[in-house]
């Protein structure tokens, strides 16, 4: 919000006034509480009003190299500003995986968004160059680089794993650090052209220190993948050191501002204590310590998955919050002919485009949440050396909940971007950066295709165990669950049992394909490959099965809380739309796999467009309690006031092009060719 409501569009302000809900409640349970609201909108205030954080020009008018500069320029300024205001939150903070999360989420959360609408460099600093060094150093390597590193005491980290030839599949990593005895020094190589780093975020030309994950070898023997700690550049001169060959890969389809590099090495050695040891060690004399089984060396990938998530959500919502606005504000095409053009919210095909986004992006924050808090409990049960743990359950469910979140919050946002006409296409709309953010994060920490395979070997092999009547995670108890469908009254109860029903079936499909290949001889990856189409779509339906009913369980948990009436009921039409729309998406599988008549999808599909109708006149109350700030929706289609128009024609003229009523061009080009003369 920023602006008065004496100039707020008129169709906004009446949409407001005639809202059932209020916004402020919303936002407060939307933020976790009213501290919680207005320490963020006091921080936002105290960064706002720091001119030297504005953008003279549109992002889109730079070149890349400009856009990089600035880019350093204002995040140096950002991180002192965040850091003086959290040093007087918190002057006794310590460094742990809540309050990097914490912080983590300031960068790249709403405040980090409006500063930096594709990303800046210094944000893997600390979502996992702090994050891996936490998780994976021991505790001399922590007391040596820990706080330097939270203080970028002569440090500027990041993660280095994905490699120009591979990515998701880790184990092919060619990186190799060989160990030298003699010198108690490690030694490391990217031996082929595809084995150079590429990627990680800062490495181009901010970064002077990575973590590399590497293949370990001593005495040419192969102990697997292990991280190291490697400086890449000099502290002081900022010159690559020797062996060293870095670079930024270049201009992407989004994400602009993260300085995405290479890196290549040769014979670049480093101390034997800068391999992080918590989890395995090598000795002075090379004999290697296998500690605990790791999450832990796949630790920082688990993590980032499980709050990527979040990171979609928020640019979904993003988006959501313009073109709602937008469609208020828009006029076009009357209902009745006898009537002045409508605004385009109330025609249905465009409720229908725009109000199940919002109940998607409310339905991941609930999965988001509970994700985090699974996670959380996995990493008590490693830390204290649990010998059962949900270790397996959490990679499957952020696996899954990565690819096929980032899958359709990516879907959501291109089509709410349409949902704008023409205007939507504009760079001042940003459409661009939010969507490039979310697209990349389809693709970024796990590819979608090899974190589906990788949830449905987890399915399979619980599928079976449901055959021999094991115990079985929370998760995927439905598997167990062989009832077909008892259709009832409560439509969202039986669409989130159809979903789950669809999952049980899938997962048998994939386990009856797989077993068919086995009996043809075929080795168990060679079953897998052909059968990748059964075991993908189980994944798929697994992931559907679980936000669904994730969605129903956390609303009612919230309901015996302190949820106000007002937020009650709206997040019940939310919830209940998101199941209803998941169904019906969902609609191949589902009648596959179950028996519903024709009469009840009409009962579901009647029931869908009457939560459209009831969820209107709330539509802008709802973005509203989102709270963005106009700075961080970057939009002229989506601010508060909804002076779409005035904002429209004021950032064209702000363009560079029309700073200058003749371009130089006219004479140099375009006047000798009228004349004839080129």
Not at 102 to 122: C, D, I, K, M, Y
Not at 433 to 459: H, N
């Amino acid at each position: 919000m920023s602006s008065s409501s004496s100039s707020v569009n008129v169709d906004l302000a009446r949409e407001r006034r005639g809202a059932s809900i209020d916004s402020e409640d919303f936002a407060r349970w939307w933020a976790g509480g009213s501290v919680n609201l207005e320490e963020r909108r006091s921080l936002e205030r105290y960064v706002f009003e720091d001119a030297d954080l504005e953008e003279a020009v549109h992002p889109s008018c730079l070149s890349y190299k400009e856009r990089y500069e600035q880019t350093i320029v204002r995040s140096t300024k950002f991180l002192a500003k965040l850091r003086q205001w959290h040093s007087s939150k918190q002057p006794q903070f310590s460094v742990s995986v809540d309050s990097l999360r914490e912080f983590r989420v300031l960068l790249s959360g709403q405040l980090g968004t409006a500063l930096f609408q594709q990303s800046f460099p210094l944000r893997l600093h600390f979502s996992m160059f702090l994050t891996t060094l936490l998780g994976q150093g021991t505790d001399e390597q922590l007391h040596k680089w820990l706080s330097r590193a939270w203080h970028m005491d002569g440090i500027i980290g990041t993660y280095a794993q994905t490699e120009l030839g591979h990515g998701t599949y880790i184990r092919g990593l060619e990186t190799r650090a060989d160990y030298d005895a003699e010198s108690e020094e490690f030694v490391l190589n990217t031996p082929s052209l595809s084995a150079y780093k590429w990627w990680p975020g800062g490495l181009g030309n901010t970064a002077n220190m990575t973590i590399v994950l590497a293949q370990l070898y001593v005495k040419g023997r192969h102990h697997g993948l292990q991280p190291f700690l490697v400086r890449i550049r000099d502290e002081e001169t900022h010159q690559p050191l020797p062996g060293i060959d870095v670079g930024d890969i270049g201009p992407k389809l989004g994400g602009n501002g993260v300085n995405n590099g290479f890196l290549g090495l040769r014979n670049v050695r480093i101390p034997r204590d800068q391999m992080l040891m918590k989890n395995a060690q090598v000795l002075p004399d090379g004999t290697f310590v296998q500690g605990r089984p790791p999450l832990l060396l796949y630790g920082t990938m688990v993590y980032v998955r499980v709050i990527t998530l979040r990171d979609v959500l928020h640019g979904l919502l993003q988006a959501a919050t313009i073109a709602t606005r937008y469609s208020v504000v828009r006029r076009q095409s009357p209902i009745d002919e006898s009537q002045p053009e409508v605004q385009i919210l109330d025609h249905i095909t465009q409720q229908v485009k725009i109000l199940p986004q919002i109940a998607r992006g409310v339905c991941y924050r609930l999965a988001a949440d509970w994700l985090w808090n699974f996670y959380a409990r996995v990493l008590e049960q490693l830390e204290v050396g649990a010998g059962q743990h949900s270790l397996p359950e959490l990679h499957a469910l952020s696996c899954c909940l990565k690819a096929v979140g980032t899958d359709e919050a990516s879907e959501g946002i291109d089509l709410l971007r349409k949902s704008c006409g023409g205007h939507g296409f504009l760079s001042s709309a940003n459409f661009d950066s939010i969507y490039g953010m979310a697209t990349a994060a389809y693709t970024y920490e796990g590819e979608y295709t090899v974190l589906l395979l990788q949830t449905a070997r987890f399915l399979v092999r619980q599928y079976t165990d449901s055959l021999k009547r094991k115990v079985l995670p929370v998760s995927v108890t439905y598997l167990r669950n062989t009832a077909r469908l008892s259709w009832g009254k409560n439509l969202a109860e039986n669409a989130a049992r159809a979903l789950e029903i669809s999952a049980l079936e899938q997962t048998r499909l994939a386990w009856q394909s797989q077993s068919m290949h086995r009996q043809r001889k075929l080795s168990e990856q060679q079953a897998n490959s052909l059968s990748g189409r059964q075991l993908t779509a189980a994944a798929i339906a697994h992931a559907h099965a679980f936000l669904t009913r994730n969605a129903l369980q956390e609303l009612e948990r919230l309901r015996r809380g302190s949820l106000s009436p007002q937020v009650s009921a709206v997040l019940g039409q939310l919830v209940e739309l998101f199941v209803l729309d998941t169904f019906l998406r969902q609609a191949g599988s589902v009648l596959r796999w179950n028996s519903v008549t024709g009469a009840q999808l009409r009962l579901v599909e009647r029931r869908f467009e009457q939560l459209l109708a009831e969820l209107r006149p709330n539509a802008v109350a709802l973005v509203d309690g989102f709270d963005f700030h106009d700075r961080t929706l970057g939009s002229t289609l989506g601010s508060y006031d909804g002076r779409v128009y005035e904002r429209l024609m004021a950032e064209a003229r702000r363009n560079p092009l029309n700073q200058e009523p003749v371009n130089a061009t006219f004479r140099s080009h375009l006047q000798p060719m009228m004349r004839g003369k080129l």
